[in-house]
């Protein structure tokens, strides 16, 4: 079975520039969440989306925004970038249910983004 | 604010000892607690969890973890690390959001 996908894998990009990334969760999963994880740091979270809704959100920018569509897949964009914006952006998808394994997230290999 | 404290962050072992990271969060309610790790040149991968119930858990490859409560503690430890154990280890805990809180991450070097 195919794991999170996440395109592109690398990304160079130039400050004031707005950047989309994509994220297609495990098959059959309905959740997907985006992290930013910045060089010898662990991920700090950004959005979780359900179901085409956001669920949640962490301490971001509103130049952060993100969207999930009906085949469950997601897009993460973000808005006049700034150097700080340079990191390794993941994505996260978890199972459908109300149990204990709809909480385990599974991720993707992730985007690696460089604001120049 | 919620938080992981990992207190190591590079950890160096020779092959056949024993290892255990510390892992401790700051949250006051319920949790769901997690150990992921990273190898050189792959993605993060669930290494174990804890939901409930048995507060010493086990997980792949020999890895095994104990919840305890009183101490906001969740370590990692296995009984003889392997050369094939480098990674990079991050603990996270989740309070029911799906939205995990990793801690900085331990480098784990194991020498032959």
């Known amino acids: 079975d195919a794991g999170v996908t996440q395109s592109p894998t690398h990304l160079i990009k130039t400050r004031g520039q707005h950047v989309t990334l994509r994220c297609s969760p495990i098959?059959?999963?309905?959740?997907v969440s985006w992290y930013q994880q910045v060089l010898g740091q662990g991920p700090q979270f950004i959005f979780q989306y359900y179901e085409k809704e956001e669920r949640g959100r962490g301490n971001f920018p509103d130049r952060f925004s993100a969207r999930q569509f009906p085949n469950y897949s997601s897009e993460l964009n973000v808005n006049a970038l700034l150097l700080g914006d340079s990191a390794l952006y993941l994505c996260?998808?978890?199972?459908?249910?109300?149990?204990?394994?709809?909480?385990?997230?599974?991720f993707g290999p992730g985007t690696r983004l460089t604001v120049t | 604010a919620q938080s992981v404290s990992q207190h190591n962050h590079h950890v160096i072992l020779s092959e056949a000892a024993s290892l255990e990271l510390g892992c401790n969060y700051s949250?006051?309610?319920?949790?769901?607690l997690f150990w992921y790790v990273q190898y050189p040149g792959q993605h993060l991968q669930l290494l174990l969890k804890?939901?409930?119930?048995?507060?010493l858990v086990k997980g792949i490859k020999g890895f095994e973890a104990e919840f305890i409560k009183s101490k906001f503690s969740f370590n990692l430890r296995k009984p003889s690390v392997q050369w094939s154990d480098t990674a990079e280890y991050f603990c996270?805990?989740?309070?029911?959001?799906?939205?995990?809180?990793f801690g900085s991450g331990t480098r784990l070097q194991v020498q032959p």
């Open positions: 996260a998808s978890s199972p459908s249910g109300a149990g204990g394994s709809s909480y385990e997230q599974y």
């Open positions: 996270a805990f989740d309070t029911g959001r799906r939205a995990l809180t």
């Open positions: 098959s059959g999963h309905k959740s």
């Open positions: 804890y939901f409930s119930g048995d507060p």
């Open positions: 949250y006051g309610g319920t949790v769901n």
